[in-house]
Each structure stands twice: as structure tokens, then as C-alpha cells.
């Protein structure tokens, strides 16, 4: 196993634990979240460069970093869906009554959740994405990355990382007693706007380059499907 691989199984490895330290109650075990989420994030723009420089690409590898990046976003959208949705029980059984989330974007035009139909489209796209380059791949069509596509993981990773930025900076203002402050609210402000900013293009992006794959490539696949059936 060479060092890409190496550092993308790492990242494998780091997912559990992206999607576990959020439910814990501290600042620094979320803060940890936030680190080793950023560490998986530079990661997986580094392993795949340093595979190319290096003529370091195997078929281990082309297997397993298309696994990590689904495992990590998987790993990282589910806890900020049930984090930032609109209500938090109060009790396990979801008997008590319901109290806003703590954890919802704050904006100057108030508090922004993340919705369940965006969770679905981002997840929901990615699945439809691996079948169809898949399909593909059996027709000898090789479909690579285009731009709104990458542009789409960066949004995303600033999404996340804002998210996970947030889970623990409100948790340290909460107990130190910060929240009430000036200068906690411009900074909860500026968070929130990077938040859902970023949220929106990650998900505009999402559909828009789906929609661009499957006007490059969609006939060309269920052509070729047709032919092979």
C-alpha cells in the first residue's frame, strides 16, 4: 500500500469518529470534530494529488477514494441534519415538548435549520451519481469531473467545516456565558451567513451538475445500455 492509500484509508478511519463527536456535550470533543473534519477534508484534496504527481495511482486506490468521499459525507451531513433541524427533544422518548435547536445558522434575519429535502437531494445525488458511473464504466464511458462538480465539494466543505465550527463555538459561548455579548453575536452572524451561503450553492451546484452529466453523458449510457440489453 503506498502513501495515498495509506492517507485515504486514514481518512476512512476518521469518519466514526467525524460522526460520533458531535452528540457529545463538550466544546472540546466538538471542537475535535471540527479538526478532524478539516484534516479529512485537505486530505482528500491531497491524497489524490500527491497519487497523480507521483504516478502513485492504483486500482486500490480509484476503489477506495470515491468510498471515502460517500463515507465522510455521509458521515458528516447526517449529524448536522439531526443537529440543525428545527426542534431538539428534550427527552430520548420525544415525549416532552420540543425546544429549538441551539445549533441552528444565526443570521441577521434569524435562524435557519437544515431541512430534510436538502439532506435527500445531496444524498440522494451522490448514490445516483456512483450507479451511473458505474453503468458507464461497463460501457467503456469514463466520466470524469467537471467544473461545477468540483465547485460543488468546495461549497460543501465550507458548509460542513461552518457547521461543525459552529457545534462547538456555541457550546464554549454557552458555558462561559458569552452568547449575550457584542461580539459573540457579530460572529454568530458572520458564521450563520457563511452557513447558509454556502449551503445554498452546495446545493444549487449539486442539481446543476447533475443536471450537466446527465446532458453530457445521459444518452450516451441508456444508448449503450439498449445496445448491450
Known amino acids: 500500500m503506498n502513501l495515498p492509500n495509506a492517507i485515504t484509508v486514514g481518512r476512512i478511519a476518521l469518519t466514526p469518529l467525524i460522526a460520533w463527536l458531535p452528540f457529545t456535550t463538550t466544546w472540546s470533543a466538538r471542537f475535535a470534530a ?59 422518548l420525544d415525549i416532552a415538548l420540543p425546544e429549538p435547536s441551539p445549533f441552528l445558522f444565526v443570521t441577521p434575519f434569524g435562524r435557519v435549520a437544515f431541512p430534510l429535502w436538502m439532506l435527500l437531494v445531496v444524498l440522494g445525488r451522490e448514490a445516483f451519481m456512483t450507479v451511473f458511473r458505474q453503468v458507464a ?28 465550527f459552529w457545534f462547538f463555538a456555541v457550546t464554549a459561548a454557552t458555558k462561559q456565558g458569552w452568547t449575550e455579548l457584542p461580539w459573540w453575536q457579530s460572529f454568530a452572524h458572520f458564521n450563520g451567513l457563511v452557513g447558509v451561503c454556502s449551503m445554498v450553492g452546495a446545493v444549487a451546484l449539486t442539481l446543476w451538475s447533475l443536471w450537466l452529466y446527465l446532458r453530457r453523458y445521459g444518452s450516451r449510457v441508456v444508448h449503450g445500455a439498449v445496445r448491450a440489453g
Open 34 to 92: 471540527f479538526a478532524l473534519f478539516t484534516i479529512a477534508a485537505v486530505t482528500d484534496y491531497w491524497d489524490g494529488h500527491l497519487a497523480r504527481q507521483n504516478n502513485m495511482v492504483t486500482d486500490l486506490g480509484r476503489l477506495l477514494d470515491p468510498l471515502a468521499d460517500k463515507l465522510l459525507l455521509l458521515a458528516t451531513l447526517v449529524p448536522m441534519y439531526v443537529m440543525q433541524r428545527h426542534f431538539l427533544f428534550i427527552s430520548p
Open 137 to 164: 464504466a461497463r460501457r467503456g464511458l469514463v466520466i470524469a469531473a467537471i467544473g461545477p462538480a468540483k465547485w460543488k465539494m468546495a461549497f460543501q466543505s465550507l458548509w460542513m467545516g461552518s457547521a461543525y
